[in-house]
């Protein structure tokens, strides 16, 4: 039960370690599912970043002497089962590319908002170093869902290019 503002700290952190799991179990398929080698290599490098914010987390989890509960983060579990969804809906190509980025992108902005949260959450409470580091990480973030967005310039218009039917 979350009474005091550390304690919703606390949670937070919990919830972000959860998001960023169940992240690391997806990209792995993800990365192997695209058709576009720029997205898997810019996939498998965000398998890297979330397993270094998830480690970050556990540590700050740590200090704060806090057992490792993780409740599950159902926010970002209905974003990924959206997209795991919708990548049966598009099977291959550009169409599906694009369906991952859209969705990538909405995780990313999940965890842009949550981290900015918590660094102003660690700051109320005195901890510049774990502010620091969480705003850190928010600005990590925010450049992945900016490489994905530029990604996403060539992906969406080769996708609109494959769908185009004469005369629309």
């Not at 983060?73 to 209905?78: E, H, Y």
């Given at each position: 039960m979350t009474e005091t503002f550390?304690?919703?700290y606390r949670h937070e952190l919990e919830v972000l370690l959860s998001a960023e799991r169940q992240m690391l179990l997806l990209l792995p398929a993800l990365a192997e599912?695209?058709?576009t080698a720029e997205l898997q290599r810019a996939l498998r490098l965000q398998v890297e970043g979330c397993q270094a914010q998830?480690?970050?987390l556990q540590r700050l989890l740590?200090?704060?002497g806090t057992p490792l509960k993780v409740p599950i983060?159902?926010?970002?579990?209905?974003?990924?089962q959206e997209c795991s969804e919708l990548l049966e809906t598009y099977p291959t190509g550009n169409l599906r590319d694009a369906v991952m980025i859209a969705h990538m992108q909405r995780a990313e902005h999940?965890?842009?908002a949550a981290y900015g949260t918590l660094a102003e959450y660690a700051r109320l409470l005195g901890s510049k170093t774990?502010?620091?580091a969480l705003q850190e990480t928010a600005k990590a973030t925010t450049l992945v869902s900016r490489q994905l967005g530029?990604?996403?310039l060539q992906v969406d218009a080769e996708a609109y290019v494959d769908t185009r039917r004469p005369g629309t």
């Open positions: 550390n304690d919703l599912a695209t058709a998830a480690e970050l740590q200090q704060h983060s159902r926010g970002i579990q209905a974003l990924l999940f965890k842009i774990d502010a620091h530029a990604i996403a």
